[in-house]
């Protein structure tokens, strides 16, 4: 199952959210709403431990909350609001603008979610959006926020008459940009069943913040990144754009992987790789054929390549290539995984189903 939001917007928070099956053309219907129960109570990790300072420190203070969790009410009082106080809980009838299938619908069960077993996609605010969506319903996340790039994006489409953008200019700088975020992460960790996992999509700007802030919210994953929470960043890196001659050329982004607990699901399996092999047409004497046929797992570095002209390119300015989500999606494929993705990205389905 997929459940999608393209267009995460700082200004125009409208953002499109694309629900349904893996592998399922497309029918356009006019409104939809969900009413799930949405009470399930979700906290941040008590990690009193790893925050813990020597007493030769004296009284630093630290701050284990995510920014936005909390407000000040009074001098050193605050009040627990889960960011509420800052992105008040709306309840709207949600606007079905797209059902995207691809025939194979009926081999999932009808939900509440998903009555006709199609992927859907919906119109509204992200936050409103995921507020309305039940507990624990969803195994996987990806998102690709906006990076704090400082820019205005602009896309022209169809007969080049219509203009579309998103704005990823932030008004009150980092802070504002982590409160805004972390409010969806809250969300988003509700949403994840227990054996659920979380990818984040980001460049140099503002990745160091948001880790600190996402170890608050889902866990540092302990010292061998065992526990609930972090598990580890993937690079990936590519050879696309130009090359500042005052700098090293920035040409990867990375991928923060999380749990929301300590049990999570990784098919090892679906995402092996070919091993390399030591001199061109020889293989290698260290690894037996049966381990050799196998392939292995792929490293946390991931040499994706992509070109203005690679096949699934929509024109949109921040689009990801189809190679790097296959991959995310595959280490968690089961025949009835639900998948929400929150992105700035362009985002087009595939036509071939994905069992």
């Known amino acids: 199952m997929l459940v999608s939001c393209s ?12 629900f349904g099956h893996l592998g399922n053309s497309s029918i356009v219907s006019k409104v939809a709403a969900v009413s799930p129960n949405v009470e399930a109570e979700i906290e941040i990790p008590d990690q009193s431990d790893f925050y813990k300072l020597p007493a030769r420190f004296g009284a630093i203070p630290l701050d284990e909350a995510p920014l936005g969790y909390e407000v000040e009410t009074k001098r050193r009082e605050t009040k627990k609001t889960k960011f509420e106080h800052a992105y008040p809980r709306i309840y709207l009838p949600l606007q079905e603008v797209q059902r995207v299938e691809f025939g194979h619908g009926k081999k999932f069960e009808p939900t509440d979610l998903f009555p006709t077993g199609a ?3 919906f119109f509204g605010d992200c936050l409103h959006v995921m507020r309305q969506l039940p507990s624990r319903s ?3 996340i ?3 926020p906006p990076f704090f790039s400082g820019r205005q994006y602009n896309v022209i489409f169809g007969d080049k008459n219509e203009m579309r953008s998103f704005s990823d200019i932030w008004e009150g700088g980092m802070p504002g940009y982590l409160i805004w975020l972390n409010a969806r992460l809250f969300e988003m960790k509700r949403l994840l069943k227990d054996t659920g996992s979380i990818y984040v999509h980001l460049d140099w700007r503002a990745v160091h ?8 919210i889902f866990g540092s994953g302990g010292q061998k990144g065992t526990e609930a929470g972090f598990k580890t960043e993937i690079v990936w890196q590519f050879d696309i754009g130009g090359r500042p001659q005052n700098c090293w050329a920035r ?8 749990t929301k607990s300590a049990t999570w699901k990784f098919n090892a399996d679906d995402i092996r790789v070919p091993y390399k092999t030591q001199v061109a047409g020889r293989k290698n004497p260290l690894i037996s054929p049966e381990k050799y046929a196998r392939g292995k797992i792929p490293t946390t570095v991931w040499e994706i390549h992509v070109t203005l002209e690679f096949k ?5 300015p921040t689009q990801k290539p189809e190679q790097l989500l296959e991959r995310i999606v595959k280490h968690r494929q089961a025949k009835a ?3 929400l993705t929150s992105s700035s990205a362009g985002v087009r389905p595939r036509q071939s189903p994905s069992d």
Do not use: A
């Open 337 to 339: 995984m639900l998948l």
């Open 138 to 140: 969803i195994d996987l």
């Open 251 to 258: 040409k990867h982004h990375v991928i923060l992987f999380y």
């Open 312 to 316: 699934e390119r929509i024109g949109y």
């Open 7 to 18: 267009c995460f917007s700082p200004v125009n928070r409208n953002c499109s959210h694309i």
């Open 142 to 144: 990806y998102i690709d």
């Open 209 to 216: 913040y948001v880790k600190v802030e996402m170890d608050k």
């Open 119 to 121: 992927n859907r996609l």
